[in-house]
């Protein structure tokens, strides 16, 4: 069974603060993608990973980096976090397009809190 | 770029109602299609995947089919039950090497007893 685990899943921050949060993968999936959810926009991507030591911009990367040191971990980080990017944040793997599995698998979400 | 649109925010129906949700998609490429579901407190799940524009994907009574022409997709069940309350995606991936999906907005449905 493909298993994503986020973590933490809730966290209160200050505004100004650094926030990181993590998503470690089993799957063995080249392709790992953060996106945050908020009513009446869905899911939008905000940065994504071809394999570790990759990083690419998503549709929405402004005030976050992200990491990729090894295949199973993807790190998201908010170097100075605002009210703003309060959210629900998850992490999905999947692989490559010529892998042959085109579903991606979800961890269950990190509860993030700004104030 | 790749959009999906996806307009009903909010869906309520009786148990055994028929459930019919549509979304319409952009795209220079050529898309694989799918529908998530997302239950309360986890993360999005595929629920069906349609490959080729009127072939239908079926999945735990659901099924999807696309209109290459008229650019759309729907998902549709005949008598939706009360653990069928979810949120709904539909989203695209380009099969020209894009990895980045596309999601809609979101559809809440809300089945009552």
């Known amino acids: 069974e493909a298993a994503v685990t986020q973590s933490p899943r809730n966290k209160v921050a200050v505004t100004g603060g650094k926030v990181t949060l993590s998503c470690n993968q089993t799957?063995?999936?080249?392709?790992m993608y953060w996106y945050r959810q908020d009513t009446g926009h869905g899911l939008r991507l905000i940065h994504y990973?071809?394999?570790?030591?990759s990083t690419e911009k998503g549709d929405i990367p402004d005030g976050y980096k992200a990491s990729r040191p090894s295949q199973e971990n993807f790190s998201l980080i908010l170097e100075l976090a605002t009210p703003s990017q309060t959210s629900v944040y998850f992490c999905a793997s999947g692989d490559a397009w010529g892998g042959g599995q085109n579903t991606l698998y979800f961890g269950a979400g990190t509860r993030l809190s700004v104030l | 770029g790749d959009s999906v649109i996806q307009m009903q925010g909010q869906v309520t129906l009786s148990e055994n109602d028929f459930l019919f949700i549509n979304c319409t998609y952009s795209?220079?490429?050529?898309?694989?299609l799918f529908w998530y579901v997302q239950y309360s407190g986890e993360g999005p799940q595929l629920l069906l995947q349609v490959t080729t524009a009127n072939n239908k994907g079926s999945s735990r009574g659901f099924e999807a089919t696309y209109d290459k022409g008229t650019t759309s997709f729907h998902l549709q069940k005949t008598s939706v039950q009360e653990i069928d309350s979810a949120v709904y995606y539909c989203a695209m991936r380009d099969r020209t090497g894009n990895y980045k999906y596309v999601f809609g907005a979101g559809t809440r449905l809300k089945v009552i007893a």
């Open positions: 799957n063995n999936h080249n392709n």
């Open positions: 795209t220079t490429g050529y898309p694989t």
């Open positions: 990973s071809y394999g570790a030591g």
